[in-house]
């Protein structure tokens, strides 16, 4: 029994600091910036032509009150939601030089709006919404066979539309300053067009010919990474 007792105090000792750091980036912070990895999969009429997505995304949030639960986050995010690739000739009568096609899907959202913490300590939900816009694009892009950079590039296809978010997570403190971020956000894309894989048609003459879609364009993102405290 006496072990038992001396490793749980033990345990204690060690907890506690962190404890204290954790609650340090509640107290000193004046605002956090986040980055992270997103998955993204689209609901609605949107999941009708897509599947899934993936990205990148970047957040800042600046607190209001000394315990750090209101703020206000402004936050963009880049998502593939489509790609396709095949080899061509720069002039058909060289056959001897040869660069690959590109073709992206994606959408950049931003949006700003205000978060709320729910609580203190090494463990903080928080959730937040946010207004603003969505950028759908469709590029293509030239790049040497053998992986070389890009040396032409072309928007084939764009278009804007008004995005709300609401969405929650976890903030998970490992020192004093930095903490894990886990957190979904659902997105409402209004009626907006766009290409996906596929809706991009060669013609023999060296035209092409789009098909592009109408629709709402919501989706989930699932993301994780990590947050500063400033």
């Keep these: 029994m006496g072990h038992k007792r001396c490793w749980a105090l033990a345990a204690l000792i060690l907890v506690l600091p962190l404890a204290a750091d954790a609650q340090n980036l509640v107290r000193h912070s004046k605002g956090i910036f986040g980055f992270n990895g997103s998955v993204a999969r689209p609901t609605g009429e949107f999941l009708d032509y897509v599947e899934w997505g993936g990205g990148l995304g970047i957040y800042g949030v600046v607190n209001f009150d000394r315990r750090n639960k209101i703020g206000l986050r402004m936050g963009t995010t880049f998502v593939i939601y489509g790609h396709e690739s095949y080899p061509a000739q720069i002039i058909p009568s060289i056959g ?3 660069v690959d096609v590109n073709t992206d899907n994606f959408i950049v959202d931003f949006g700003i709006g205000p978060q709320i913490t729910l609580v203190r300590g090494p463990v903080r ?3 937040f919404g946010t207004a603003g816009i969505s950028y759908f694009a469709t590029v293509s892009t030239l790049d040497g066979v053998d992986g070389g ?3 032409a590039q072309t928007t084939n296809f764009d278009d804007v539309t008004y995005a709300l978010t609401g ?3 976890l903030l998970l403190n490992v020192s004093r300053r930095v903490a894990f971020d886990i957190s979904a956000q659902w997105t409402f894309n209004d009626d907006v067009e766009y290409l996906t894989r596929g809706d991009i048609e ?3 003459d060296g035209s092409i010919t789009m098909y592009p879609i109408r629709s ?3 989706l989930m993102t699932f993301r994780f990474g990590l947050a500063i405290g400033l």
């Design 96 to 98: 001897r030089v040869w």
């Design 125 to 127: 939900p928080y959730k």
């Design 149 to 151: 950079p890009d040396f």
């Design 167 to 169: 969405g929650g997570g």
């Design 202 to 204: 060669d013609n023999w």
């Design 216 to 218: 709402e364009a919501n």
